[in-house]
């Protein structure tokens, strides 16, 4: 349910010596707050489809590629050119469509999400975190002319890791008896119980010229886990075959 800033501030609460404490508390208080949010929340939008957006919204002589396929993405980040957030908030969970023409960001669905942050310093008192959750309509539309695109690069990063803390306890008699070889005399240790996380990074990064200003941008896709590598090929491919500020590069 995270976006990716929110799993970061999530993994540097690991700084905490109560961490396992910390994070029970904001998985429980996640999971309350989502819940009276879903039961709070109703649509407003019009519930137009993807079909009936798409119908409308293509020029004449504009087709789709990559095989008449989308991308299906959980997130989309606007970072400045130097990898900084933008005013721009992030779209959440939808579909992008490259045509020859143009790159279309599409949303038209229910969206659910938890985001997290600090305030203060979350070391020292009163510092802390915030947990936020939201569960609404989506009515997103952004379009991209291919010829704004300069560069595209795809990381994808699929796995498991699991991590346990030991930690160390001072014997019974506190080390006073330490120098007789005791074992009941010597140093403890304490493990707290592993924890295996999966994680799926996938993600495509593309510098634009984002209109209407020409500012440029790094526009960041989080693909969503269902999606192919072979879509994403495909995707790349045929941006790289239109866009001309690619072809030009290749050029040099």
């Known amino acids: 349910m995270y976006d990716p800033a929110s799993s970061m501030v999530l993994s540097e609460t690991n700084i905490h010596m109560s961490r396992a404490r910390l994070q029970s508390l904001i998985s429980e208080r996640t999971s309350q707050m989502y819940q009276e949010t879903v039961r709070t929340f109703s649509g407003m939008h019009d519930n137009l489809s993807y079909e009936d957006l798409l119908a409308?919204?293509?020029?004449?002589?504009?087709?789709?590629?990559?095989?008449?396929?989308?991308?299906?993405?959980?997130?989309?980040?606007?970072?400045?050119e130097f990898g900084k957030p933008t005013e721009k908030p992030p779209m959440r969970q939808g579909r992008a469509f490259l045509t020859t023409q143009r790159l279309l960001l599409l949303s038209a669905e229910n969206t659910a999400g938890a985001s997290l942050s600090k305030f203060g310093d979350p070391k020292k008192?009163?510092?802390?975190?915030?947990?936020?959750?939201?569960?609404?309509?989506?009515?997103?539309y952004?379009?991209?002319p291919i010829s704004c695109f300069r560069s595209v690069e795809l990381c994808a990063s699929v796995g498991a890791r699991s991590e346990v803390n030991?930690?160390?306890t001072a014997p019974c008699c506190f080390g006073l008896c330490g120098c007789f070889g005791m074992d009941i005399c010597l140093k403890g240790w304490l493990y707290d119980p592993p924890q295996c996380q999966a994680y799926n990074d996938r993600y495509v990064t593309m510098g634009v010229i984002m209109p209407p200003w020409g500012h440029r941008v790094m526009l960041q896709m989080y693909l969503n886990p269902g999606v192919t590598m072979t879509t994403v090929k495909d995707f790349i491919r045929d941006l790289q075959r239109h866009a001309p500020g690619l072809h030009d590069q290749l050029k040099l």
């Open 125 to 140: 008192l009163p510092g802390g975190y915030k947990v936020q959750t939201s569960c609404n309509d989506t009515l997103n």
């Open 142 to 144: 952004v379009s991209v």
């Open 56 to 80: 409308s919204l293509l020029f004449d002589g504009e087709s789709l590629l990559v095989n008449n396929q989308y991308i299906y993405y959980s997130f989309v980040s606007f970072l400045d």
């Open 166 to 168: 030991i930690q160390g």
